[in-house]
């Protein structure tokens, strides 16, 4: 049966679906259309950028994502082999390697970008309120928008659920009882080229494609996950540090407190909340949080010179190139490292009480800070099971994909012509996201110089 | 409702005052409480070395006892005596080798396999008689007056033992609500008063009484609420040492939650046995006139 297998070889479509617009999406589909073959690159929310370009700087080297990443943005949506769909989600798959058959919802923006130039006015006026994906809710955004100045395309979406002429409608179609919503509509006024489209719908694009590259990233747990914490506006996750942190965030870089604008003087950052912790989380290390609490610290520290970080930590792991120097580094400009775990925080007035251990002096500590930093686990990006399972891919315990071999076939999954990129295979850092990414694309390029397909051959583990 | 009753040994003696007014309350509630005949102490604390099956007998012999009985659940008050013979019974009804030398060991009595479950009166009152009917028996609303409630770690720890969540739980102020009263959260509420550490390290528990109380005043409350025995003597008698030694202390009336039942249901005073509270908790019982 085998032989027979290996003997069926068929033409295929040299075109390559990537799923998800974050780095390692973004280089796979560099890398492929970069070789001369075409590229559909899907993202599901308004723009492409995924979790790096919410970052303020990255480690170790303390770029700035906004400065390195948005080439390679702009590149993907000017490149000729690129087909870029974003607000677009994957919603059925079928056929087999070099023949996969796509159906990709392009959701309905309600703005004509064949239209609209970007120019702004629309979100600039608009009214609508919802809290703002790109700032992880430390600001708002309009209903009609774009996630972030930089973002690709640089053209709005409207979010229906915030959009009070959408509200308007579904109270006149209902009847509803009670106040009737201001019918609004301004963005229509106002916009000069009328690309406003109430009436667009949802479409289905078909594409034919002969592989697949899953780059579909992370989430990170919830702070409510977390027993007793996620109720005080100080105690925010690591990617709304980063928010306030960023020069282009909403505080301008200055780093303040949500509660009352205040400058913190002291804040506590905590390792693994729910890494590393079967009981309350997950039981794997997210890989990246040690490496980004030491860079967070630091530029804390150059934000407000006077104030004094501390880390809890169970153990540093700082596995990469460069990694463990820079977080000396971080040591000598005076980050404050505590080995032990946090029992409880509360609040205490205008302050925040951290009780913890200090295990190397074997010793109860207790500081009392203005702000604390949760390192949230890195979990896989929410929703994405359904995806999984209509690409016929496995998963592990944690919802991560399952490569083909853990040492030899890190970017295949078991289905041929189905690869993997990021943190969709497991927790890393974006050098290691795009080194995968790469490595897909390369794995890709590979399948595509095959005039014709065979199927591969088994793994033997 | 018929429920079997364990009370244990501080109920009968120094916690009169939680017995009398929960038998009262729950007699209004329409609850018969049957108490456990032939009880024997519970063990008083849970061992936790792993080969100390002797330790769990008396709990275990309670347990049979209940069986005897014809019931299938038995409910504390003392939320010390509700920890040990919970978590004897999942040892009894879990570890297939404990209970096997267990029951060998206690070869006078049919053997036990866990059968009973082991509830807190809280438990009780939120799950099977539930907080409307209790709210619906109100007769004079604790209006207004600001109450913490305290578990302390018996009621809460370990998880497997926990009447509600084990970290945020939200009965006790649930119940405050209900009476009228206006709950008030503060950090220190499931913190350990320092347990029965005060036999021979008063100092050590009059600081963490220190620490909780605080924390109550700083958040507003006017008066404690507990449901063990313990804690409430530790957070009682600390009182005294503490006002001599912090001059600024203003301490803080503690009173089981069956007692603040008692008083906004209305029902004889008598009952609330409140000469076994503190005497500042009594002064301040007829200053809000909860007390004429």
């Known amino acids: ?461 | 409702m018929e429920l079997s009753y364990y009370p244990g040994c501080t109920i009968k003696t120094r916690a009169r005052n939680f017995e009398d007014s929960a038998m009262a309350v729950l007699h209004e509630l329409g609850v018969n409480m049957v108490e456990l005949p032939r009880w024997n102490c519970c063990g008083t604390v849970y061992s936790l070395a792993d080969d100390d099956l002797v330790h769990h007998i008396a709990s275990v012999r309670n347990l049979m006892h209940v069986r005897k009985q014809g019931h299938e659940k038995v409910v504390t008050l003392c939320a010390f005596c509700y920890n040990t013979l919970h978590r004897a019974n999942d040892i009894m009804r879990d570890n297939a080798e404990k209970r096997f030398a267990i029951n060998s060991f206690m070869d006078e009595e049919a053997a036990y396999e866990g059968q009973v479950s082991v509830s807190h009166l809280l438990q009780v009152l939120r799950d099977d008689i539930g907080l409307e009917k209790i709210s619906a028996k109100v007769q004079k609303p604790l209006d207004g007056l600001k109450i913490a409630s305290y578990y302390g770690c018996t009621l809460l720890r370990p998880k497997s033992a926990a009447i509600d969540n084990p970290e945020n739980p939200t009965i006790l102020q649930s119940l405050v609500k209900a009476l009228g009263g206006t709950p008030i959260e503060f950090p220190f509420a499931t913190e350990c008063c320092g347990s029965f550490q005060v036999v021979d390290n008063r100092d050590f528990v009059n600081e963490r009484a220190y620490e909780i109380i605080n924390s109550a005043v700083k958040n507003g409350a006017e008066a404690i609420i507990v449901s063990c025995p313990l804690c409430e003597f530790n957070l009682r008698q600390a009182q005294v040492k503490l006002k001599q030694k912090y001059t600024d202390f203003k301490g803080l009336p503690i009173l089981y939650f069956t007692q603040i039942m008692a008083l906004s249901f209305g029902l004889d005073i008598k009952i609330n046995d409140f000469e076994l509270n503190s005497t500042e908790t009594q002064e301040w019982l007829k200053k809000e006139k909860l007390v004429v």
């Open chain 1, 1 to 461: 049966m085998y032989k027979l297998m290996q003997n069926i070889e068929t033409a295929h479509a040299q075109k390559a679906l990537v799923i998800g617009g974050g780095i390692a999406g973004i280089q796979a589909a560099l890398d492929i259309a970069d070789a001369g073959y075409q590229v559909v690159l899907v993202e599901r929310t308004p723009s492409i950028g995924g979790h790096m370009i919410q970052y303020a700087e990255v480690f170790p080297t303390l770029d700035c994502p906004q400065c390195i990443m948005t080439p390679k943005m702009v590149e993907v949506s000017q490149h000729p082999n690129i087909k870029l769909l974003t607000y677009a989600e994957v919603k059925n798959v079928s056929g087999k390697a070099g023949h996969f058959k796509i159906e990709i919802l392009q959701k309905s923006r309600r703005v004509d970008h064949t239209k609209c130039t970007g120019c702004g006015a629309c979100w600039q006026k608009c009214p609508g309120k919802a809290d703002s994906e790109y700032n992880a809710g430390v600001s708002e955004r309009t209903a009609i928008y774009i996630p972030f100045p930089q973002a690709v395309p640089a053209k709005p979406v409207i979010d229906t659920k915030h959009c009070r002429y959408i509200h308007y409608q579904i109270f006149m179609a209902n009847k509803t009882e009670g106040k009737k919503p201001p019918e609004c509509r301004i963005c229509e006024k106002i916009c000069p080229v009328n690309a406003i489209d109430w009436e667009q719908q949802d479409t289905i694009v078909t594409e034919e494609v002969g592989a697949i590259v899953v780059a579909t990233g992370f989430d990170l747990m919830p702070l409510n996950q977390i027993p007793g914490y996620g109720i005080d506006p100080d105690i925010i996750n690591g990617i709304q540090f980063e928010r306030l942190l960023s020069p282009g965030g909403p505080t301008a870089g200055v780093v303040k407190r949500l509660s009352d604008g205040k400058i913190p003087r002291e804040v506590v950052f905590i390792s693994c909340c729910g890494s590393r912790d079967p009981e309350h989380g997950v039981a794997y290390c997210s890989r990246v949080c040690c490496m980004y609490l030491a860079k967070q610290a630091m530029l804390y520290k150059n934000a407000v010179p006077d104030g004094q970080a501390y880390v809890f930590y169970i153990d540093t792991r700082t596995t990469g190139k460069g990694y463990e120097e820079f977080l000396q580094r971080g040591i000598e400009e005076g980050t404050l490292y505590l080995r032990g775990k946090v029992s409880r925080v509360y609040r205490d007035r205008d302050k925040l009480k951290v009780i913890g251990v200090d295990t190397l002096s074997s010793r109860k500590v207790e500081i009392s800070c203005d702000m604390v930093v949760l390192a949230m686990a890195i979990l896989p990006s929410n929703g994405n099971g359904k995806l999984f399972s209509l690409l016929g891919i496995e998963t592990d315990i944690d919802g991560f994909v399952t490569e083909s071999h853990h040492k030899f076939h890190p970017m295949e999954t078991a289905v041929d012509g189905i690869f993997v990129a990021g943190v969709a295979q497991g927790p890393k850092d974006i050098p290691d996201s795009v080194a995968q990414g790469s490595g897909a694309a390369g794995k890709v390029l590979a399948l595509f110089s095959r005039a014709r397909l065979k199927p591969q051959e088994p793994v033997k583990v």
